[in-house]
């Protein structure tokens, strides 16, 4: 499927607008102005999910999107700028039934094993990284990500280590 460009009345390219078409499944596809000749060829265009970023996402393995999977298990290190942090962060976003360590290890990390829904890790992994923290894993969750496969209420381990910059 290709996706030309718009023209004004008068032939030229499209006035400039921030106007977006949409692809099928919420898909963000190609700005309505473009140069003359140019097009898009939508099968080439990288899925997005376009959820607000405060609502994660999950989808069946079935859906034509391209959702991150969330593995039973997931362990994460964080680079964090003040280590006294995490613990209130962490207590503050899980229920304290769900959090199996959270202590300090013998180097001075904070380290956690938690108990928690694939929901709650991506609203955990949003909030630490919303105050400063850095994820150096490449495991999913990533704070970016808002599309998941799977059901939100699926439980995972998490283990995750935090460490001074």
């Known amino acids: 499927?290709?996706?030309s460009c718009t023209k004004d009345a008068d032939g030229t390219s499209g006035t400039p607008s921030h106007k977006v078409k949409q692809a099928p499944h919420g898909i963000a596809s190609a700005p309505q102005h473009c140069s003359p000749g140019t097009a898009i060829q939508t099968r080439s265009l990288s899925p997005a999910s376009t959820a607000p970023a405060g609502m994660p996402k999950f989808v069946d393995d079935s859906s034509d999107e391209k959702p991150a999977a969330i593995n039973d298990e997931v362990r994460h290190i964080w680079i964090a700028?003040?280590?006294k942090n995490a613990p209130f962060i962490i207590r503050a976003?899980?229920?304290?039934?769900?959090?199996?360590?959270?202590?300090?290890?013998?180097?001075g990390?904070?380290?956690?094993?938690l108990h928690i829904s694939k929901k709650?890790?991506?609203?955990?992994?949003r909030?630490?990284?919303?105050?400063?923290?850095?994820?150096l894993s490449p495991t999913q969750p990533q704070p970016e990500?808002?599309?998941f496969s799977g059901n939100g209420?699926?439980?995972v381990k998490y283990l995750a280590v935090f460490t001074k910059n």
Request: with cysteine; hydrophobic share 40%.
């Open 1 to 3: 499927q290709t996706m």
């Open 81 to 83: 700028p003040e280590l």
């Open 93 to 107: 976003a899980i229920d304290k039934k769900n959090i199996i360590r959270l202590q300090e290890n013998d180097l």
């Open 109 to 113: 990390d904070i380290e956690a094993e």
């Open 120 to 125: 709650q890790l991506v609203t955990l992994v």
């Open 127 to 135: 909030k630490c990284h919303s105050a400063g923290f850095s994820l």
């Open 145 to 147: 990500q808002s599309l």
């Open 153 to 155: 209420d699926d439980k």
